[in-house]
C-alpha cells in the first residue's frame, strides 16, 4: 500500500512551457485535493475532487487546470508556466472528506 | 484574512518537558480541525484530529483541546522527544451534514524545536 504518489519529485521549467503533475493514490479514496504551499505559508487549496468525474475550485485555481477521470489519479496541469507558480505541490486524498492523507510533494521551479 | 491563524512562528523546548502549540481561527463554520507534522522535503503526515462535539482528544503522547467559545485549540506532547522536532500545522474544515468537505484551511505552522 504506497499512499498517495506523486511525480515528479523535482521540475524547472521556463515560463510560458507547460507540464503536468502527477498524483495516485491506492487507497480508493474518493475525495482528492492539490494544494501548494509557498515558503513560510501554510498550505492553500487549488483543486479537489469528490468522485471521478467531478472536480471544483479551491482558494488560488488561477492558472491550474485539472481531471478526474478515475478513482485513482487526479493530475494537475499547469498550461503557461510563470515565475508565481514556483511552490512546492501537495496532492493527498481522502476516504470520507475529512482526514487527508498527503504525498512527498512536488518542487517546482519556474525561471 | 487569514482564518486559521498559528501565531507562534517557532517554539522551543526542552527533552521530555511538555509542548503546546497553540491555534486560533475566525471562521465559526469550521467543525472539524486537525494536527499535521511536517518534515524537510516530505509531505505533511496527520497526526491528530478533533470534532467540535468534543472537547479533548488523546492519541498517546499527543493531546488536543478544543474551546468553541474561544476559537482556539492547541495540541499538547507530552513528553517531548528529539523526533519531535518538526513543523507543526493546524488545520480545520466545515463537514457538510452528508459527508464530504470542500477542503482544509491551514494555518503558517509553528517549528518546534526539542532540545536535548
Known amino acids: 500500500n504506497a499512499g498517495v504518489t506523486q511525480t515528479p519529485k523535482f521540475r524547472i521549467l521556463k515560463i510560458g512551457q507547460s507540464m503536468t503533475l502527477q498524483c495516485t493514490q491506492d487507497?480508493?479514496?474518493?475525495?482528492m485535493y492539490w494544494y501548494r504551499q509557498d515558503p513560510g505559508m501554510g498550505l492553500k487549496l487549488i483543486y479537489y475532487s469528490v468522485g471521478a468525474g467531478i472536480t471544483d475550485k479551491g482558494e488560488v485555481p488561477n492558472g491550474y487546470n485539472v481531471s478526474r477521470s478515475t478513482t485513482e489519479d487526479f493530475p494537475l496541469r499547469l498550461e503557461l508556466a510563470a515565475p508565481s507558480q514556483t511552490s512546492v505541490y501537495f496532492c493527498a486524498s481522502s476516504l470520507r472528506g475529512d482526514t487527508q492523507y498527503f504525498g512527498p510533494g512536488t518542487r517546482l521551479t519556474v525561471l | 484574512d487569514q482564518q486559521v491563524k498559528q501565531n507562534s512562528p517557532s517554539l522551543s523546548v526542552q527533552e521530555g518537558r511538555i509542548s503546546i502549540l497553540n491555534c486560533d481561527y475566525t471562521n465559526s463554520m469550521f467543525d472539524y480541525f486537525l494536527w499535521y507534522k511536517k518534515y524537510p522535503a516530505e509531505g505533511p503526515t496527520f497526526l491528530i484530529s478533533i470534532s467540535s462535539i468534543k472537547d479533548k482528544n488523546e492519541d498517546g503522547r499527543f493531546t488536543v483541546f478544543l474551546n468553541k467559545s474561544a476559537k482556539h485549540l492547541s495540541l499538547h506532547i507530552v513528553p517531548s522527544q528529539p523526533g519531535d522536532s518538526a513543523v507543526y500545522f493546524c488545520?480545520?474544515?466545515?463537514?457538510?451534514?452528508?459527508?464530504?468537505?470542500?477542503?482544509?484551511?491551514f494555518g503558517k505552522g509553528t517549528h518546534l524545536i526539542i532540545q536535548p
Open positions: 487507497m480508493n479514496h474518493n475525495y
Open positions: 488545520a480545520a474544515s466545515f463537514m457538510y451534514s452528508g459527508g464530504g468537505a470542500d477542503g482544509l484551511t
